[in-house]
């Protein structure tokens, strides 16, 4: 029978692991914690098993202070439940994986405040490398944000934006604005002549740049937007904007632009729910290509961002030390479903 107030045997330490596996401190160290330098493939594995059976884990608090960075990456999205930043994720994650790095995401909300509060924890934990995938926003929400960004680069950390950069940080660039052009010039093509835009709040760059964009490219084919309505990002808010914009006088033909996928499912429910046909009567479009405008009916028209694609160079562009600052934007496509069927 085991002595139960004897007291709880200690973690596993580095020194535990060299003696069970009969290597020195520094053999097990290089292979525990991730040295460059080459370490005999027998030692390592007696290394490895000695580590399994005493079940030895790193300090990475330690780790990140000898080394001054962790093998951690910061992700900030704006929204988990936003399958645009679970794909986006997903790319982060597997380049991670291959990196032998771990991914920490915190969730901003889309309030700037909350994101500089973030900003300012994860320095603490020292991360490798910071990627902000949540919407940029300009002008007095976001003050702090840029000295807190500074302050993690001159901890040793890299900063990457996904969208348009700024300052030493690295930017993975999407041309949201030329691809929503593109679109809207493609909608125009078809025949539509009327539109409402769903947009974000004023100056949240991504929501700007799609419908400056979508703007440009509709009124360049015939087109007019009539109207900008400000809702969010989610699917509440696609929905409640075009609820209120049905309960007025909406022709057959109007197309609805949603600023993303989402804010269009939700626009395109509350056409159904007006008692409408989603297509033929009310068209709606939307942007980013998520999986569930795929699988609805009818099909969304939207703009393929490969989201997947973009969080994977993400990560390479905050981990790897050479970066090709002038590397061509991802490649994005207009997709036309059946939610804008040509008109006659």
Excluded: C
């Excluded at 493609?186 to 769903?198: F, H, I, K």
Aim: charged content about 25%.
């Amino acid at each position: 029978m085991s002595d139960i107030s004897a007291p709880p045997r200690g973690a596993a330490t580095l020194h535990d692991v060299a003696r069970e596996a009969g290597v020195s401190l520094a053999t097990a160290s290089r292979v525990l914690n991730g040295s460059t330098r080459k370490v005999a493939d027998s030692y390592r594995e007696r290394v490895e098993a000695a580590a399994e059976r005493l079940g030895y884990t790193a300090n990475l608090s330690a780790q990140a202070t000898a080394r001054g960075t962790s093998a951690i990456v910061a992700l900030l999205v704006a929204d988990i439940a936003d399958p645009y930043f679970g794909q986006l994720a997903s790319g982060v994650a597997r380049g991670a994986d291959e990196a032998g790095l771990v991914v920490t995401i915190a969730i901003t909300e889309r309030d700037p405040q909350r994101e500089v509060k973030l900003v300012r924890a994860l320095r603490g934990q020292r991360p490798r490398g910071l990627i902000l995938a949540a919407s940029r926003v300009d002008g007095p929400d976001a003050v702090g944000l840029q000295s807190e960004l500074d302050a993690f680069s001159s901890m040793g950390g890299r900063v990457v934006v996904v969208g348009p950069g700024g300052g030493p940080a690295r930017s993975v660039a999407v041309d949201n604005r030329w691809a929503a052009a593109a679109l809207g010039a493609e909608l125009a093509a078809l025949g539509y002549r009327d539109a409402v835009v769903l947009a974000a709040s004023q100056g949240i760059r991504t929501s700007d740049d799609r419908l400056a964009g979508f703007t440009e490219g509709f009124a360049g084919g015939g087109g007019v937007v009539r109207e900008v309505r400000r809702a969010g990002f989610t699917r509440d808010a696609g929905y409640d904007a075009a609820r209120e914009l049905l309960a007025g006088d909406v022709a057959p033909g109007t197309l609805i632009f949603g600023i993303s996928d989402v804010v269009a499912i939700g626009a395109m429910s509350a056409v159904r729910d007006a008692g409408r046909q989603v297509g033929a009567d009310v068209a709606v479009a939307g942007f980013d290509d998520i999986a569930t405008g795929r699988d609805i009916r009818p099909g969304l028209t939207t703009v393929r961002v490969p989201l997947e694609d973009l969080g994977y160079r993400a990560l390479h562009a905050a981990t790897d030390p050479e970066w090709d600052s002038a590397a061509p934007p991802l490649k994005l496509e207009v997709v036309v479903r059946g939610s804008t069927p040509p008109r006659g």
